[in-house]
């Protein structure tokens, strides 16, 4: 499905001012602002990035004023940790693509 990737319209300084501050956030280091970015430019362009920033931005003020509640970060790897299967799948499936041979074996850990 094509979804619509249009900003809708609505009071322009608060565009521009979500805009600058999704810049901004892209670049402030070890966040979760800042991977979405990375995320999302690899498919869509950074332009576009950006203003899906600006939404996902003004998404989390609103249910912050709604709640009352204080903007916890969810870190840089949140989307690492989601699906580490998919990742690690991933993450072979290029090595491989690389001419490299690849096998897996889980770190044990000492607790």
């Known amino acids: 499905k094509r979804r619509s990737n249009r900003l809708r319209p609505g009071a322009p300084w ?4 979500l805009v ?7 670049k402030a280091k070890g966040t979760y602002l800042r991977a979405l970015y990375h995320r999302l430019r690899a498919r ?9 920033l600006a939404a996902s931005m003004l998404t989390a003020i609103y249910h912050m004023l709604k709640d009352g509640t204080f903007y916890t970060d969810l870190g840089p790897d949140h989307f690492d940790r989601l699906d580490k299967k998919h990742q690690t799948s991933r993450l072979v499936r ?4 690389l001419g490299y041979a ?3 074996e889980p770190i044990p850990t000492t607790s």
């Open 14 to 17: 608060l565009k521009t001012t």
């Open 102 to 104: 690849v096998q897996i």
């Open 94 to 97: 290029r090595l491989k693509e």
């Open 44 to 52: 869509r362009g950074p332009k576009k990035a950006i203003c899906a």
């Open 20 to 26: 600058q501050c999704a810049v901004s956030a892209s």
